[in-house]
T-cell receptor, first 110, second 117 residues
């Protein structure tokens, strides 16, 4: 079957670092995306990984290990505005479609 | 470049009615995917249209249907509404279809919040 797992909720303090994990089992793999979604808003793109390793973009980094079916999103120097849901999604090949995890709701506390 | 637009933004219907939602993709994008988002289920894939053809379909009943026009605009229709259909319906456009082998980011619209009473 095809499945994506993420923690449901995480809490962290302003200025800290938080790592959100995502594990996946899919019949094909063509890339992994991370999206941020604030309450009541549409998801917005954060990062894309297709090869193993770390992709860094400002305060946000994303890591992928294809052999382990594992990714994480690392958020540094947390700000209150980072309070949002973070969605992990996998894109496959052929007729495979995007599969989204249920998202991790991150609360950043002052 | 204008983003993905969806109309209407909010909709209230009663059980048994039908509803049509509209999505206009980013100019030049040929793929439109539809998702249902509920608090407990997250984003659930409904279907994808590419060049007016349905390419993929999720596990939703036949009450959910869609189509895409030659200008890539897409509509989604839900007939015989049920209370459980209350959700945020998101559409996303991308340059290539979801079957593409190259980087293919999806851009989401603001969604239509459907409430079924």
């Amino acid at each position: 079957g095809q499945n994506i797992d993420q923690p449901t909720e995480m809490t962290a303090t302003e200025g800290a670092i938080v790592q959100i994990n995502c594990t996946y089992q899919t019949s094909g793999f063509n890339g992994l995306f991370w999206y941020q979604q604030h309450a009541g808003e549409a998801p917005t793109f954060l990062s894309y990984n297709v090869l193993d390793g770390l992709e860094e973009k400002g305060r946000f980094s994303s890591f992928l290990s294809r052999s382990k079916g594992y990714s994480y999103l690392l958020l540094k120097e947390l700000q209150m505005k980072d309070s949002a849901s973070y969605l992990c999604a996998v894109s496959g090949s052929g007729t495979y479609k995007y599969i989204f995890g249920t998202g991790t709701r991150l609360k950043v506390l002052a | 470049k204008a983003g993905v637009t969806q109309t209407p933004r909010y909709l209230i219907k009663t059980r048994g009615q039908q509803v049509t939602l509209s999505c206009s993709p980013i100019s030049g994008h040929r793929s439109v995917s539809w998702y249902q988002q509920t608090p407990g289920q997250g984003l659930q894939f409904l279907f994808e249209y590419f060049s007016e053809t349905q390419r993929n379909k999720g596990n939703f009943p036949g009450r959910f249907s869609g189509r895409q026009f030659s200008n890539s605009r897409s509509e989604m229709n839900v007939s015989t509404l049920e209370l459980g259909d209350s959700a945020l319906y998101l559409c996303a456009s991308s340059l290539y279809g979801t079957s593409a082998s190259s980087y293919n980011e999806q851009f989401f619209g603001p969604g239509t919040r459907l409430t079924v009473l």
